[in-house]
């Protein structure tokens, strides 16, 4: 039975149209989740690794859990969007519609033209938001009894369980595209798995009335051949930028969303590349550092270097037109010399080696702010909620046993699309 939870806008006043995001502490204003489907239900113990989880999580308290993270968001004076529901408002137009459809059949990988066909008519016989569940939970074989099998391609994959595979990854808005300024980054993901996520927000910016007159600059585009993933995007101040290196996010991908925000004058003029571990750990720089207030960070104690970072700048006597210099140097450095003033780390498990590794692997350190001074946190990280509480932060605790075991935090559940400028 389908579950309709409906955008909250009680509290946003007059509709904000478009993006405007230039800190990581500004009040949230409006911000983009996805409730957990039925995608959630479709992962195998087989399917794991495939998919990206460790764990399977257990959807009812899921999605009790992630209704409680967006009620608190909602109080605290939020306009609560969903992925699910602006994906079908983009698709009223016929035309848009089909081609949507033949975009998401060939992007799930399916070679045969009989089953693209046969898959094609299925969708087209559910509503919009029904149509847009489904994409997302995955398509069984059985889902199509009356699809003849006859094709060599249908007959050699018969044994695989799904037509086309599910999203479970998709809970996790930060990653297929990131809002920077009044633009954003519309990602190109490292894994196939991943990447499908991104041709939602490509036709909600294109086609959905809130955003499609709203000339919205992309600083990097899905059909690049590097990846970039918006966990790894931080927005330090309205002028300066923090972009991971990592197990997800390529050095190449960094330059080109550079030369864009460059040619197209935006606000920033700085952008530091951190190079971090690539484990699964630290997938993201946002997995092992995030901004809690204007002069303090959660970081996990093994991210304090010193690291390699690069400083990129605009630099038009260069062909490329940047300048890059490498530092090795530490993150407090590195942080009070761009933000400039004394800036304080709150290490994830206070430091104890013990603590920090059981809760920088259930996201201790990955935070998101609602105010600057305020954040939401995972209640089973106990230890560094204690810590931060000690240095002032106010907590809006959300209960994590189940949305956790996919290894993502507030911050990676959240995409915010618009926060009061500090």
């Not at 720089?285 to 303090?296: C, E, S």
């Amino acid at each position: 039975m389908e579950t309709k939870v409906l955008s909250d806008n009680s509290h946003s006043g007059k509709l904000k149209k478009g993006l405007n995001v230039n800190s990581e502490i500004g009040r949230l204003k409006t911000v983009l989740l996805h409730r957990p489907g039925e995608e959630i239900e479709n992962l195998t113990p087989d399917l794991l690794n495939r998919l990206l989880f460790d764990d399977i999580p257990y959807l009812k308290i899921a999605r009790q859990e992630h209704d409680a993270f967006a009620d608190i968001l909602r109080r605290k004076g939020a306009e609560v969007l969903y992925l699910e529901d602006l994906a079908a408002e983009s698709l009223e137009d016929a035309e848009v519609k089909l081609q949507f459809i033949s975009q998401f059949i060939d992007e799930a990988k399916v070679e045969s033209d009989m089953l693209k066909e046969a898959l094609t008519e299925y969708f087209l016989g559910f509503s919009n938001r029904k149509m847009i569940n489904k994409m997302m939970a995955g398509v069984r074989k059985e889902e199509l009894n009356d699809y003849n099998r006859i094709s060599l391609y249908d007959q050699v994959n018969d044994s695989y369980p799904f037509l086309c595979d599910p999203m479970p990854n998709l809970y996790f808005t930060r990653d297929p595209f990131a809002t920077i300024g009044n633009g954003i980054t519309l990602n190109h993901m490292r894994t196939e798995t991943r990447n499908r996520e991104t041709i939602f927000a490509k036709y909600i910016f294109k086609n959905h009335p809130r955003f499609k007159d709203c000339n919205i600059p992309l600083w990097f585009d899905r059909d690049e051949d590097t990846s970039l993933e918006g966990g790894d995007e931080l927005i330090l101040n309205d002028t300066t930028l923090a972009i991971g290196i990592s197990q997800r996010t390529d050095s190449a991908s960094i330059e080109k969303v550079c030369k864009r925000l460059f040619l197209k004058k935006s606000n920033f003029k700085t952008i530091l590349a951190f190079q971090i571990p690539v484990s699964r750990a630290f997938m993201h720089l946002d997995t092992v550092f995030t901004m809690v207030d204007y002069d303090k960070f959660t970081v996990h104690p093994e991210i304090e270097g010193p690291l390699v970072v690069y400083e990129i700048t605009r630099n038009d006597s260069r062909a490329n037109g940047l300048n890059v210099v490498k530092q090795n140097i530490e993150l407090q450095k590195i942080l009070e010399k761009y933000l400039d003033r004394k800036i304080t780390l709150i290490r994830c498990g206070g430091g104890d080696r013990i603590h920090a590794a059981r809760e920088q692997w259930n996201d201790g350190s990955n935070t998101l702010a609602i105010a600057p001074g305020e954040v939401v946190v995972y209640s089973r990280n106990h230890v560094t909620n204690k810590l931060l509480k000690e240095y002032g932060i106010k907590l809006n605790i959300i209960p994590s046993s189940e949305l956790s075991r996919g290894r993502g935090g507030p911050r990676c559940m959240s995409m915010p699309f618009w926060r009061e400028d500090l």
